[in-house]
């Protein structure tokens, strides 16, 4: 069974700062792994998208995750945080049944101070 | 394109009363999902469809049903709803020349008193 776990509820960082948000994976196939986010009040939004042609995915808004197969890991980074990052964020996988279904994490808030 | 949109945007119920949610997508998308998002536990796939006349469980299915009548649209309905089932539910849509991509609705609010 496929799961992800999201580790941190809650990430706050500074303005200007690095943004790391960590998210790790099981699954028996090579997966499709995606990163949302989610503003307040609002559906979610495609951030990114790994699906096996490059381990390094670049996203909208300066966003960019790696796919790590021997950690299981789908880290989500952005070099510079800008207040307008404040969101929820949330880590999926899917794998190759034909469904498409897709498995969520928990989600981390991300907060940034001014 | 609207992309998925999902009627009501808010609601509240009493114990007991029932309601249907709809999605509708002009994407020509193939397949079609109900979430619930619950604080906490990020989003949680409710029932899910294929295609046209076509619908399959999902994680937690206990207490809802859906129809899909119609390619465009995805109904889920709550029969007699309690006050375990507020939460804010989504709708998404995807297709086969997606890679897997689900593209979400708005929400819908739902409180049960």
């Known amino acids: 069974a496929q799961s992800v776990t999201q580790l941190g509820s809650h990430v706050s960082v500074s303005e200007g700062a690095l943004v790391l948000l960590r998210c790790n994976y099981s699954s028996s196939v090579p997966p499709y792994l995606f990163w949302y986010v989610q503003y307040p009040n609002q559906g979610l939004q495609l951030l990114l998208k790994?699906?096996?042609?490059?381990?390094l995915v670049k996203g909208i808004n300066g966003f960019e995750a790696e796919f790590k197969k021997s950690e299981t890991s789908f880290h989500l980074t952005k070099p510079s945080a800008h207040m307008s990052d404040a969101a929820e964020y949330f880590c999926?996988?899917?794998?190759?049944?034909?469904?498409?279904?897709?498995?969520f994490g928990s989600g981390t808030r991300l907060l940034v101070r001014p | 394109n609207a992309g998925v949109t999902q009627t009501p945007k808010f609601r509240v119920l009493k114990t007991g009363q029932s309601m249907t949610l709809l999605c509708a997508q002009d994407?020509?998308?193939?397949?079609m999902y109900w979430y619930r998002q619950d604080p906490g536990m990020g989003l949680r796939l409710i029932h899910y469809?294929?295609?046209?006349?076509?619908?399959a469980k999902g994680e937690v299915p206990d207490g809802y049903n859906v129809s899909r009548l119609k390619k465009q649209n995805f109904l889920l309905g709550l029969e007699s709803a309690a006050p375990s089932q507020t939460s804010v539910y989504f709708c998404?849509?995807?297709?086969?020349?997606?890679?897997?991509?689900?593209?979400f609705g708005p929400g819908t609010r739902l409180t049960v008193l």
């Open positions: 998404a849509s995807s297709t086969r020349t997606s890679s897997r991509e689900q593209f």
């Open positions: 994407m020509n998308h193939e397949y």
């Open positions: 469809s294929v295609g046209e006349g076509t619908t």
């Open positions: 790994y699906t096996s042609a490059a381990t």
């Open positions: 999926a996988v899917s794998g190759t049944d034909s469904s498409y279904k897709l498995i």
